[in-house]
């Protein structure tokens, strides 16, 4: 069977039935699987699907320098994990299998405030049904699952400490991806320019401006995720025994 669908370069429509069904496919496939985890799985079971979940944006970081090979156009501007959702996706079953609390605090916070936005606000060159716009939604729309899925179901609890980790570490990586982008002429994540496509870097100002004053919304969004744990009842840090 051709396959040449995938290569087809149609554009993309934000907020449109190509943004909104993928969406909702995932919404569907993350409540599933967190309902099917809390009330038929074994301890064993939750985790081995959790890895299974965690396994779908790793691969479509795979596929999405493994495509532009294959049609011949991969450059290093544009196509290396470097984004901060493209490396979250492929270190979450790493991170996931290994039970690396550390990194699980932090992807939570990445997740929830970057990638989630990076749903609503989606920067996808090509439609349906280009391998571009499936590669992106198995990265960003199945990453929201994973912290969801281990928050609720596994009972991991999010402390300050995991706060002030995601906060230092996302710098580190930002400023990583700064000299990357010297280096290489890029614009990883976005920390050169802003998106092509309307999203929160809009409301911050002009470059280098919005790098700054993004550190004082970064801190403000990551506090906000931060406040379910803050008021919680049960005490920070308890889980099934399994991180």
Not at 23 to 35: A, D, K, M, N, R
Not at 64 to 70: A, E, R
Not at 183 to 210: C, E, F, I, Q
Request: aromatic share 18%; charged share 10%.
């Amino acid at each position: 069977m051709s396959l040449s669908f995938l290569f087809e370069k149609q554009p993309f429509t934000s907020y449109s039935l190509s943004h909104g069904l993928p969406l909702l496919i995932v919404s569907i496939i993350g409540l599933g699987s967190i309902l099917a985890a809390l009330f038929f799985l074994s301890s064993k079971q939750k985790m081995r699907l959790l890895i299974a979940l965690s396994i779908i944006p790793a691969l479509g970081v795979i596929f999405q320098m493994v495509m532009p090979v294959l049609e011949g156009d991969f450059n290093l501007k544009d196509d290396l994990p470097i984004h901060i959702c493209r490396f979250a996706g492929l270190v979450s079953p790493i991170v996931i299998w290994k039970k690396n609390r550390f990194w699980l605090g932090i992807l939570y916070f990445w997740i929830i405030i970057g990638t989630l936005n990076a749903n609503i606000t989606p920067d996808i060159e090509y439609g349906f049904p280009h391998w571009g716009y499936f590669t992106y939604w198995f990265i960003h729309s199945f990453l929201v699952i994973l912290p969801l899925y281990y928050i609720i179901v596994l009972k991991v609890k999010i402390n300050f400490r995991d706060f002030l980790n995601a906060f230092w570490v996302g710098n580190i990586f930002l400023l990583m991806t700064l000299g990357i982008n010297f280096l290489l002429n890029s614009n990883y994540m976005y920390s050169r320019h802003k998106p092509p496509v309307a999203s929160l870097l809009d409301l911050l100002g002009p470059w280098p401006t919005y790098l700054i004053t993004g550190q004082l919304l970064a801190g403000a969004l990551f506090f906000i995720a931060y406040l379910p744990f803050l008021f919680s009842k049960l005490p920070h840090g308890t889980n099934e025994n399994l991180f």
